[in-house]
């Protein structure tokens, strides 16, 4: 297995732009989390979905950002309008239903640029 | 808040010394913690995990302490190694669910 697939690595945009990260979770997880570090807070879960349900959205900054999983194999976070404090790397992990942390497996991360 | 902290931006020990990771919590609720690794362009990556039942587990290189009354554990690397050059992420759980709530991460360097 390739591990959790993100895209792109890297994404430099303007103030005001769509932002959409991708992920492609390991094949039978069941859990896909998405999460964003930055220096000050470390990794912030942002949403967590189970059977491509959102389960927990508490962590989700604002309105500007939202996510979907239309089927087991894809996610996409999306920010729309972005804004430079938005500039972070984010993540996604994979895990199967009801495991524990060590069952995580996160992918490389898309660093995100907003000027 | 920060549920989770890790109040040492960095760290730096020679090689074949200790190196004593830190981390404290605030949530009296959390019951299972993990240490995660990680490498420059990497994502973390599980390294070793302690229950609340428990205030020590090893795993070769590395032991977790648990402190409850203190909400505190740590992570000891002995000895320490070049390839242990990493940001080091503390993370923990509540209850059995699956949601983590990781620390702001510690960057160890191990010099020769």
């Known amino acids: 297995d390739a591990g959790v697939i993100q895209s792109p690595r890297h994404e430099v945009t303007e103030m005001g732009q769509e932002v959409t990260l991708r992920c492609k979770p390991i094949?039978?997880?069941?859990?896909l989390f998405w999460y964003r570090q930055t220096m000050m807070r470390g990794l912030e879960l942002l949403i967590y979905f189970n059977n491509n349900v959102p389960i927990d959205d508490s962590g989700m900054p604002e309105d500007r950002f939202s996510a979907k999983m239309p089927n087991a194999s894809f996610s996409t976070l999306k920010i729309q309008p972005s804004e430079p404090r938005d500039s972070a790397v984010y993540f996604c992990?994979?895990?199967?239903?009801?495991?524990?942390?060590?069952?995580?497996?996160f992918g490389s991360g898309t660093r995100l640029t907003v000027v | 808040d920060q549920q989770v902290k890790q109040n040492s931006p960095s760290l730096s020990v020679q090689e074949g010394r200790i190196s004593i990771l830190n981390c404290d919590y605030t949530n009296s609720m959390f019951d299972y913690f993990l240490w995660y690794k990680k490498y420059p362009a990497e994502g973390p990556t599980f390294l070793i995990s302690i229950s609340s039942i428990k205030d020590k587990n090893e795993d070769g290189r590395f032991t977790v302490f648990l402190n409850k009354s203190a909400k505190h554990l740590s992570l000891h690397i002995v000895p320490s190694q070049p390839g242990d050059s990493a940001v080091y992420f503390c993370a923990a759980s509540a209850g059995g669910a699956q949601k983590l709530v990781f620390g702001q991460g510690t960057r160890l360097t191990i010099n020769p």
């Open positions: 992990a994979s895990s199967p239903l009801g495991g524990k942390g060590e069952g995580y497996t």
């Open positions: 094949s039978g997880h069941n859990s």
